[in-house]
RNA sequence: GGCGCCGUGGCCAAGUGGCAAGGCAGAGCUCUGCAAAAGCUUCACCGCCGGUUCGAAUCCGGCCGGCGCCUCCA
């Protein structure tokens, strides 16, 4: 499959992977635990969800690792204002990212490495730096030598010239920067802050050194996908390659540098920082997993989307439709409608830079024969199995509705049944009256040839 | 100021040289006691102006209008 390079500007074919072993080795930049998730990890999270889903499928191994950047300042300031330890913080809301992404059905990393569990690693790094003289000490901190890596090939993947990027280079007079491009690899610990021991003085990671040292240790000198939103590119993944190229002489880190687009709220993007977010758990009470999922996926990863009720109950419309049709009774058995060719098309789709906009107009067309089938009296059966398989490449569910309560069934079972009774007798204001009343309560009543079913939730 | 992106039917959104996917919403019809679900039909010439070409939404130039990044950030 060919995936969009933000450093060449070009699509790449992914394969043949880099490692012996034939496995696609993807390093995907993970969050700053300091907050709840909004919307916008989750659109980040649901993408590289997909193309690992979509990898799997095409049989293509690969091994997804992704950080947690679980030492950082406002992780400290956070955690100094509530009174609580910086680590129990970010344990807490680490939790609650996974929580979340499993509620929309994303696949787990295959490791999630933490700061605080990388520091001898990150030590070792920076040493590495400083031997090979792009690297030195001031003060208690460590500072990475911008201009010896090299103007040109900083500025490749921003696309960006370093003069430009000296004129909005922060200047704090505290800091003994060579050179106001360089940035921190270490920090001296200050007073009441977390720190760890290294060869210079108590201290702790800069931000970028982390994902570097982690990529390096658990994925090895160059990998084929490195992912993160679009708003890394500059300065964290910029300056992530400064310091693995120049630690271990190899080029390029990675093979494919994949971003995806922020999701925007209103016209402004969605933030921490701004407070303008809406939650994961938020979005996912209103309006379930699917639809997530399909309001995500009907954009290209590369665009921005705007997050807006409209637009995600038009998702959860969709999303219906497809369980709709996932859920259709398989009875009939005329010759089915021939699915040949459709699963080429997902296919050559998602090969195409992971265009989940055309795999899902191929997905909605099989539901369209599903449900033409259905109404035929053909076997549904090839239609709704491709359905299900290539909804699932895109981790979409399509499961039914939450059932009210198990207790509640049998009594629903039974007011059903007696309704049958009564459309039998024709008695359609008592048999309406009984539909009415099981939809306030959320139990939603389809007559069909086959007979009544009903669906709760 | 620098770098980059976008402007496709009522809404969302693919397509990037050969008569414009898909979803949501709408209209008509079919099915249905009614409803729901579903099917069929219907609904755009692609911001504006000029150019290149046999042919452009798709390439080039200009204009208008949005937006992102420029060291907190998925």
Redesign the pocket.
């Known amino acids: 499959m060919r995936i969009h390079d933000t450093l060449s500007?070009t699509e790449k074919e992914l394969q043949p992977a880099l490692a012996p072993d034939g496995v696609v080795r993807m390093y995907?930049?993970?969050?700053?635990?300091?907050s709840e998730s909004?919307?916008?990890?989750?659109?980040?999270?649901i993408v590289f969800d997909v193309l690992r889903r979509y990898l799997d499928w095409r049989g293509i191994p690969v091994k997804h690792v992704q950080n947690f950047?679980d030492i950082?300042?406002?992780l400290i300031d956070r955690a100094q204002r509530l009174g609580i330890p910086m680590q129990d913080l970010a344990e807490q809301n680490i939790e609650d990212y996974h929580r979340q992404i499993a509620a929309m059905n994303v696949l787990p990393a295959h490791e999630y490495p933490k700061v605080t569990e990388t520091v001898p690693h990150i030590i070792d790094f920076i040493m590495g730096l400083i031997d090979k003289g792009f690297a030195y000490p001031a003060g208690g901190d460590v500072y990475y030598r911008v201009r010896v890596f090299g103007g040109p090939r900083y500025g490749a993947l921003?696309?960006?010239?370093i003069d430009?990027?000296?004129?909005?280079?922060?200047i704090d007079p505290t800091e003994l920067k060579e050179d106001?491009?360089d940035?921190a690899l270490w920090k001296a610990a200050k007073p009441g802050e977390p720190s760890w021991p290294s060869p210079w003085g108590l201290g702790r990671p800069g931000?970028?050194i982390e994902c570097s040292a982690m990529a390096l240790h658990s994925l090895g000198e160059q990998i084929d996908i490195h992912?993160?939103?679009?708003?890394?590119?500059?300065?964290?993944h910029t300056?992530e390659i400064a310091q693995t190229e120049a630690y271990t002489g190899q080029a390029p880190f990675a093979r494919i540098w994949m971003?995806?687009?922020?999701?925007?709220?209103g016209?402004?993007?969605?933030?921490?920082?701004?407070g303008n977010?809406v939650s994961i758990s938020e979005a996912l009470e209103k309006y379930g997993s699917d639809a997530l999922r399909?309001?995500v996926l009907?954009?290209?990863?590369?665009?921005?989307?705007?997050y807006?009720d409209?637009?995600l109950?038009?998702?959860r419309?969709?999303a219906?439709?497809l369980r709709?049709?996932a859920f259709?009774e398989p009875t009939g058995d005329l010759e089915p409608a021939s699915i040949a060719g459709l699963r080429e098309r997902f296919q050559e789709?998602m090969d195409?830079?992971l265009?989940t906009?055309?795999a899902?107009?191929?997905?909605?067309?099989v539901?369209?024969?599903?449900?033409?089938d259905?109404?035929?009296k053909k076997n549904v059966r090839p239609a709704q199995a491709l359905l299900r398989e290539l909804a699932g490449v895109l981790g979409l569910t399509l499961s039914a509705p939450e059932s009210a309560s198990q207790e509640a069934a049998p009594f629903i079972d039974l007011l059903v049944a007696l309704?049958t009774d009564l459309?039998a007798a024709?008695l359609?204001?008592l048999?309406?009256r009984v539909?009415d009343g099981l939809a306030e309560l959320g139990v939603?009543?389809?007559?069909?040839?086959e007979g009544?079913t009903w669906t709760a939730g």
């Open positions: 500007g995907v930049c993970g969050v700053t635990p300091y909004h919307v916008g990890h989750a659109l980040h999270a950047t950082d300042d406002k921003s696309k960006r010239d430009d990027l000296l004129s909005g280079a922060r106001p491009l940035f931000w970028h992912g993160g939103g679009a708003d890394l590119i500059f300065p964290h300056n971003h995806n687009a922020l999701l925007q709220l016209s402004e993007k969605m933030s921490k920082s701004l977010f399909l309001f009907t954009s290209h990863y590369r665009s921005p989307v705007t807006s409209d637009a109950e038009a998702a419309s969709g219906d439709r709709n049709a259709v789709a195409n830079d265009n906009p055309q899902l107009a191929v997905v909605f067309d539901a369209k024969i599903v449900n033409r259905r109404d035929q309704r459309r024709k359609w204001a048999s309406d539909r939603t009543v389809k007559d069909g040839p009544t």
